[in-house]
């Protein structure tokens, strides 16, 4: 199975964009504004009932999806004591 170069949104399908840097993106983590290193493909595979839930979630928070999952591994890694 390969990766759509689209990502479905609330109005509708929008196309890939191209790694940002820290010049043109800050990231809303934990509420408090974090500039980014390059952004990255990060490529697996999760559960259907899972991607569901993250992207009911991020809806909520008003937030891509890229963001949601991005301060969620952060929180994970920082509660490992990770850097």
């Known amino acids: 199975m390969t990766m759509a170069a689209t990502e479905d949104t609330p109005t509708g399908p929008r196309s890939a964009v191209p790694p940002r840097t820290v010049e043109d993106r800050v990231v809303r983590m934990a509420g408090e504004p ?44 920082d509660r490992r004591g990770r850097g």
């Not at 259907?48 to 999952?69: G, H, I, N, T």
Request: aromatic share 2%.
């Open 34 to 77: 974090v500039k980014s290193d390059p952004l990255v493909p990060l490529s697996t595979r999760v559960p259907e009932s899972l991607r569901k839930r993250v992207r009911m979630a991020a809806l909520e928070d008003d937030v891509d999806v890229q963001d949601f999952v991005a301060a969620a591994l952060e929180e994970k890694l």
